[in-house]
């Protein structure tokens, strides 16, 4: 997994984004432990994607926004994007034992809503939506699933290691059963998530869903939302850890690549399909954010 890091003012905590490589999956599968060097992972940050936390026996800290929690067996910390998380304290994973899943919506499928709080409409991303930026949900593996869930984690490690022939479908299927079992353990503690959580930030991103693929600005999404612009640019930034523009670009980029995969469109009708008009302007954001051009993209990912 590779990351960016977005330095914010001193008081606020840094944003890493994920960076899409070609032709890899955006699954990323780590350990947990005192061993492992987790960048970033001794600083308080937050993710722009989403990730869950297993620890199949007791042992080390999480710091999740301003919770110190101590961990124990069968701990389960799903970590929305803009959840805050760690410190400056080097050996809260000493004695830890679990593993890290991280991924974006696009491991998911082609049908996956691109903005993450649109996600409460599904199935296996609502636990994922909350935008607090405070700290993780917790939940517990009950004990007789633990080893299942531990099996399970290293079937999907061991895919993503081995790339044998049809590891992509298998690490998709490995994916889909772990958020299935996610949905099942939140269901009762995140109730009515998708209609009640974060509701300016649930209608801010649920504009930029209807109409990225037309021109959209900071200012025609606070008019829509009924707030002001810079009221909106500093709620969506502490909320969340990236500003209303950046995410109307997500959204757009997250199309683009879906459609550069799939189709043999035009690079020129894809940009315009996404929201950029300009063709030259297209191919410099794309560059700029995956490090080469849509063609590129495309003939790596072909």
């Known amino acids: 997994m590779r990351t960016r890091r977005t330095p914010l003012n001193d008081d606020q905590p840094a944003t890493y984004a994920w960076q899409h490589v070609p032709g890899e999956l955006a699954v990323a599968v780590m350990r947990l432990g005192h061993d492992t060097g987790i960048n970033g992972a001794h600083e308080a940050h937050s993710h722009d994607f989403p990730g869950i936390a ?141 209609e009640n959580a974060e509701p300016l930030l649930a209608e801010v991103f649920d504009v930029i869903e209807r109409r990225y693929p037309e021109p959209l600005s900071l200012r025609e999404v606070a008019a829509a939302v009924s707030i002001s612009p810079g009221h909106l640019t500093s709620t969506v930034r502490r909320r969340t850890g990236r500003t209303v523009q950046e995410w109307i670009t997500e959204r757009r980029m997250v199309q683009a690549r879906r459609l550069l995969a799939v189709t043999e469109l035009p690079v020129s009708d894809i940009g315009r399909q996404v929201g950029f008009p300009d063709a030259g302007y297209f191919a410099r954001t794309f560059g700029k954010l995956h490090g080469m051009s849509p063609t590129s993209w495309r003939r790596a990912n072909g």
């Open 54 to 194: 297993y620890f199949g026996a007791a042992g080390g800290v999480v710091r999740t926004g301003r919770q110190v929690r101590h961990v124990e067996a069968g701990d389960l910390f799903v970590i929305a994007p803009g959840d805050v998380m760690g410190s400056a304290h080097s050996d809260d994973l000493v004695g830890a034992h679990g593993w890290g899943v991280f991924f974006t919506a696009d491991a998911l499928g082609p049908d996956t809503p691109g903005a993450h709080l649109a996600w409460r409409t599904h199935p296996l991303l609502f636990p994922f939506v909350r935008g607090g930026a405070t700290g993780a949900l917790r939940l517990r593996v009950p004990q007789d699933q633990r080893d299942e869930w531990t099996a399970r984690i290293e079937a999907l490690h061991d895919e993503l290691q081995q790339r044998r022939e049809g590891y992509r479908e298998a690490v998709s299927a490995h994916l889909v059963l772990l958020l299935v079992g996610v949905s099942r353990l939140a269901a009762d503690v995140v109730g009515d998530l998708r």
